[in-house]
RNA sequence: GCCCGGAUGGCGGAAUCGGUAGACGCAGGGGACUCAAAAUCCCCCGAUGGCAACAUCGUACGAGUUCGAGUCUCGUUCUGGGCACCA
């Protein structure tokens, strides 16, 4: 009978559905193992066969923990709120309440033939009102914490689509879809004060066990600088570079600094408002990308600290209101951008730190190094009261508001006597109204504020009428938080069970995109701060552990629609079956770094799971027949089949927790070819350990051959084969021997030989021993591997 | 501009601690089986020279350290990604 794929498939897929093979024992599990992977966005066209590589590569991680005899929870589930879903309903005339069950259903048909050990009893879509109330619930918490504030704030605004842009959304100053110049508006929003965090954000990241990548995007993205604020008489700057203050000509305000007035003359009063009018008018993005410095002067000047002098005060857009002070002094001859400006408007540069890092025409502070420099300045001007060591961070506030529909209605209520009230948390969910208008317009304010119906509330305190805040939330919050309700979903009466959560996290691993390793793996892990905080949980970062998977290009090229060159993961599953498929998948490259998907490559791994079938089929079923082809064959065989087993097995174990599984798969094949090799009959023991060994990447084909091999028990419940670290060492090994470094043949010895007794079986033959001109002058042996003679 | 990676046969990739470069797979070539084809099985497959044995060269480029470098150090080029008027 040859390997069948699809019924093999099919049936182990209902097998394990019937027996709940997949389902987690929440409650009772002895020793739990969270394995989670990024819930996808279900979209209409289908899973991407980049979500089943990743899905496969933490599935695989996942059954191979389970086999070491942990109880591994594997759930999934979607993030299917957004603006994506929201866009694409609009375009094809779809209402998203109808599109997204439609296609979770279509996604949950193709993860299930991808044959992974998702515990669906568990599963959740962040669209649920079971779900979302609690999302509306963390934004309770977070404002009871004193964490959440209104404010306005500049956003991209594009005319065309009539919403708010996010800054990766506008190319050159164009809206992305349209093509519209973005403009800039101002409008409330509503922030979390995740900068509040940046320390501790930034500290943690010490203790995980995450990608170095992901920990340096991270990083970065907090963007700590330490330096001073230093006062040139009532302005008040930031630098990071005290140290080149006697350098500083003149000091620059951001347009929108509140004492640009103040410092500004009557003669330039007209210039200096004409240049603010047209700086607020740039949009945010040209403004932030153009290299050409604007300016004007006010006319005015301030005393620099260090050296009393009187330098002028100018406000140019290069300056931003929203980081440091919103003012700097600039230093010509050692920053690039006042270089730049300082050049545009024939102002003195003056250099004051020599190439070698040492002060010159500093004052007393000449010859001392930079790093000295930096302290010895601000000490000096803070015993003054002009300087304080100051530290600041890049990373903003995160403003969670949406003026669109397809999102969590933010649980507030604006009263006019008793002002912002939240909605008590025994009100929600403050469900999200089925409305058919839910494009946007041009007001700037969500469509749900054309509902009267569903907008005017009585207050929740006095029980006059009120109004809802029309704004919904980022789909980044309904992320920020999943992994807390899986293990307690079916209990609604909670977010997350304590005991539960106690049991099951922190996540033990996290397996997903480096897309997401700046905003979706910060803001989970600060919301787990602020729950913590708030006494909630008992850990305050969320995943142990992360691996960013890679990406797969198909062809050497990147995939895409408009390409047409997509992998549709159905048509190769249909082909070489859902085993072979995952299989290829894991073998393309290593797991962190991506692969390059080819058509024809698939097939050398199904053909290697067509003789692992053909293997089990043949191999003998009784020990007496195991002696019988030992005696008509090679006795000796069995003893190097046996020791690469072993090797094989070793080598699995150890490439499989560290996602190296193409090594992995490499091995087996390996080990394939050595027992095919062989040329006889294999025995049983031979074979076993292999279907044991396959069983995470191929996992149905190893339940059925587990079967056919005569056991009860399934494949995933038999535990992981051992090795016998005795038979991986050999008496007698291979020798190389180079002569100055260059390989020149191998001799047979036995493992401990001595030095003396290399040197000589090396001499001895005549292939090497021609290269042995002379007297050797040195020798170098590297026991059990390598002998080198240096004449 | 700054911060991380990366560069190995025709292709994807391997080499875990400085110790036989090219495992494993694809593609390609040859053979067996077959009326034939597919499938399957066996052999070859970095470059150059040589009938061969074998030799020389070879891990982006240039230096260096070392008995020995794909691996370590310095410099250069190209490339992927992150951040970016963040002072």
């Not at 879903?85 to 979770?104: D, Q």
């Not at 940046?198 to 170095?212: F, G, K, M, V, Y």
């Not at 469509?447 to 009585?458: C, G, I, N, T």
Request: overall charge negative.
């Amino acid at each position: 009978m040859p390997y069948d794929p699809g019924a093999i498939e099919a049936k182990w897929r209902a097998h394990w559905a019937e027996r709940g093979s997949n389902v987690a024992d929440i409650k009772n599990a002895a020793r739990p193992y969270y394995a989670l992977m990024m819930f996808p966005y279900p979209s209409a066209e289908g899973l991407h066969v980049g979500n089943m590589f990743a899905f496969t590569g933490n599935d695989i991680f996942a059954r191979f923990q389970r086999m070491q005899g942990l109880d591994v929870f594997e759930p999934l589930g979607y993030d299917a709120f957004g603006i994506h879903s929201e866009n694409y309903a609009l375009k094809v005339g779809v209402h998203p309440a109808e599109m997204i069950p439609r296609n979770i259903a279509n996604f949950r048909r193709q993860l299930e033939r991808g044959g992974l050990m998702v515990d669906w009893s568990r599963s959740l879509s962040t669209t649920d009102p079971e779900y979302y109330r609690w999302t509306q619930w963390v934004f309770l918490q977070l404002y009871k914490q004193g964490l959440v504030h209104k404010k306005a704030a500049a956003v991209n605004w594009c005319p065309t689509d009539k919403t708010v842009l996010a800054n990766e959304q506008v190319i050159a100053g164009e809206c992305e879809r349209c093509g519209s110049k973005v403009e800039q508006r101002f409008l409330e929003q509503w922030f979390f004060a995740i900068s509040n965090y940046a320390e501790r954000l930034l500290n943690n990241l010490d203790t995980l066990d995450w990608s170095d990548t992901t920990k340096t995007a991270q990083r970065n993205w907090i963007g700590k600088s330490e330096g001073a604020e230093i006062w040139f008489d009532g302005i008040k700057v930031f630098t990071t570079r005290p140290d080149t203050i006697y350098g500083a000509t003149y000091v620059v305000l951001a347009p929108e600094h509140p004492l640009v007035d103040a410092h500004t003359t009557d003669a330039q009063r007209a210039a200096v408002e004409g240049y603010r009018d047209r700086a607020s008018r740039r949009d945010l993005v040209s403004r932030k990308t153009t290299k050409d410095k604007t300016g004007v002067a006010t006319g005015t000047t301030v005393t620099n600290p260090a050296t009393g002098e009187q330098i002028p005060v100018w406000v140019s857009d290069y300056v931003l209101m929203e980081y440091g002070t919103g003012a700097i002094m600039a230093v010509p001859a050692h920053d690039e951008r006042d270089l730049e400006f300082a050049h545009g408007f024939a102002l003195p540069v003056k250099q004051v730190v020599r190439e070698d890092e040492t002060l010159v025409e500093s004052g007393e502070f000449t010859g001392m190094t930079v790093h000295e420099a930096k302290h010895a300045i601000v000490k000096s001007l803070a015993a003054m009261q002009k300087a304080t060591p100051v530290t600041n961070y890049r990373l903003h506030d995160w403003c969670i508001s949406r003026q669109r529909y397809w999102g969590p209605p933010i649980p507030i209520i604006y009263c006019d006597d008793c002002g912002v009230v939240p909605v008590p948390e025994k009100d929600l969910p403050v469900l999200l109204p089925m409305i058919d208008d839910f494009k946007p317009d041009d007001s700037g304010v969500s469509p749900l504020a054309r509902h009267d119906e569903w907008y005017r509330v009585p207050c929740p305190t006095c029980g006059t009428m009120a109004r809802r805040e029309t704004d919904v939330s980022d789909t980044f919050l309904d992320s920020a938080w999943y992994f807390l309700r899986y293990p307690s979903v079916g209990d609604d009466s909670v977010p997350f069970d304590a005991s539960i959560t106690r049991k099951w996290l922190p996540v033990d691993s996290y397996i997903g995109g480096n897309e997401h390793a700046v905003l979706h793996l910060l803001y989970s892990r600060f919301v787990t701060m602020v729950l913590h905080d708030a006494g909630l949980i008992e850990f305050e970062e969320p995943f142990t552990r992360f691996r960013a998977h890679g990406l797969i290009i198909r062809e050497g090229a990147k995939m895409s629609k408009s390409k047409g060159n997509v992998v549709n993961p159905d048509e190769y599953i249909e082909t070489w079956g859902a085993d072979a498929f995952r299989t290829y998948l894991m073998f393309l490259g290593p797991f962190e770094e991506g692969g390059d998907f080819r058509d024809k490559g698939i097939s050398g791994v199904r053909r290697f799971l067509d003789r692992l079938w053909a293997s089990v089929r043949d191999c003998a079923a009784d020990a007496a027949t195991d002696a019988a082809t030992d005696a008509a064959t090679d006795a000796a065989t069995h003893a190097e089949v046996e020791r690469k087993l072993h090797a094989t097995i070793r080598k699995v174990g150890e490439d499989v927790p560290r996602l190296s599984y193409n090594t992995a798969i490499a091995a087996m094949m390996e080990y394939m070819n050595v027992l095919r090799k062989s040329d006889r009959t294999p025995r049983r023991s031979e074979v076993e350990p292999l279907v044991q060994l396959v069983a995470p990447f191929a996992p149905h084909l190893a339940e059925e051959l587990w079967q056919q091999l005569g056991h009860a028990q399934g494949v995933f419940d038999s535990g992981w084969p051992s090795f016998d670290p005795a038979l991986l060492a050999e008496d007698e090994i291979d020798l190389v021997v180079q002569v100055n470094g260059k390989v020149r043949g191998k001799v047979r010895v036995p493992r401990g030989i001595s030095e003396a007794d290399a040197v000589a079986r090396a001499t001895g033959d005549a292939a090497i021993s021609r290269f042995i001109t002379s007297e050797p002058k040195k020798i170098v042996l590297v026991p059990g591997r390598l002998l080198n003679i240096v004449v």
